[in-house]
C-alpha cells in the first residue's frame, strides 16, 4: 500500500468539478492525456462512475471518481480528506461546477442567446415569455457557482500548497464582464482592483438578491438577462483576483471556455467541447512564470 500511495505522490493529479459531462468531462480527457492524475467530481454518482468507465475504456486509466456538490460541504470535506489520502497534495483545481440559475427551453434560449451575444434581433424578446428565474433559483446559482467554488477551493488549498506548481483554474463566462453591470455601488467595488475584498464580493452577491427579492433589479442597474448567472460569473471573477493575489506563488486565473455546444445552453453554441477545454487546460497547464489573476476570452487576456 505505502509504494502504491508512492507511486500516485510522485504524479501531478488534478480535481475537476462537474466534470460527468461537456467540458468538464473534456477537461479530464486532455489532463489525462497529459499524464496528469485526475479526480473526476460530479453530484450524480451514478454518471459520474460513466464517465470515468467511458475514460478508462478509451484507454485513460488515471482517472477516479469521487462524488462531489459543491453546495454541501460535508462532500467538499470529504474530497479533501480522500485526495490527502490518497495523494497527498494537489496540483491543479479547475472549478468548472455551475449551472445556469434559470428554467427555459431550447428554442427560447437560443433566442435568449441571440439578443446578448449576437445582438441581431432588433426587437429584444420579452424575458418573461423566454426565461423563468425566480429568487429560489437565483440563490442556487450564487451558490453553485460562487459560493460553491469558494467552499471547493477554501478546502483543497491546504493539499494546493503543498504542490511545487498549484494551479488553479476557475471556469467563467463572457458574461462575467463588468460592462454587463450598471449598478454603481457594485462597479465602485468592482473596479477597486487591489483594494478587492472577499467580504466587499459577498456583499455585492446580497445586494443583489435582496433586489431580486424586491423585483427591483432594472432599477438598480442589475443585468436584464439572466442577472443571476451574469452577477455568479463577475463575482467569481473578482474572487479569482483576490486569490491571485493572496497566493502569489499559485496561478490563478479564470476563462471563458466560449460558446461551446453543451447541455446547459441546450447545445446551441458554436465551439465543440475539445475547442472549449482546451482553453481551459491551457491555463491548468501554465509554466510557473505564467501570469496570475488574469481573465481569459477567445485564447487571449481580456479586461475584467
Known sequence: MAETLHNFQVKRCAVVTGANKGVGLEICRQLASNGIFVVLTSRNRNQGL????????????????HQVDVTNQNTV????????TRFGKLDILVNNAGIL?????????????????????????????????????????????????????????PLLQLSESPRIVNVSSALGKLKFISNQMALNILNDGDGLKEES???????????????ILEIQGWHAYLPAYTISKVCL?????????????????????????????????????????????????????????????????TPF
Open 201 to 215: 464580493v459577498d456583499e455585492i452577491v446580497n445586494m443583489f438578491l435582496k433586489d431580486f427579492k424586491e423585483d
Open 77 to 84: 470535506s470529504s474530497l479533501a480528506e480522500f485526495i490527502c
Open 101 to 157: 440559475g434559470a428554467i427555459t427551453d431550447a428554442a427560447s434560449f437560443r433566442a435568449l442567446v441571440e439578443a446578448i451575444e449576437m445582438d441581431k434581433n432588433k426587437e429584444k424578446p420579452n424575458l418573461k415569455q423566454v426565461i423563468t428565474e425566480t429568487y429560489e433559483s437565483a440563490v442556487e446559482c450564487m451558490q453553485t457557482n460562487y459560493y460553491g467554488v469558494k467552499s471547493v477551493t477554501k478546502a483543497l488549498i
Open 50 to 65: 460513466e464517465a470515468v468507465a467511458n475514460l478508462k475504456k478509451s484507454g485513460l486509466s488515471n482517472v477516479v471518481f
Open 237 to 301: 471573477n473578482a474572487y479569482t483576483r483576490i486569490l491571485a493575489r493572496e497566493f502569489p506563488t499559485f496561478r490563478i486565473n479564470c476563462v471563458s471556455p466560449g460558446w461551446v455546444k453543451t447541455d446547459i445552453c441546450y447545445n446551441s453554441g458554436v465551439l465543440t467541447t475539445t475547442e472549449g477545454a482546451e482553453r481551459v487546460i491551457k491555463l491548468a497547464l501554465i509554466p510557473d512564470d505564467g501570469p496570475s489573476g488574469l481573465f481569459f476570452t477567445n485564447k487571449e487576456v
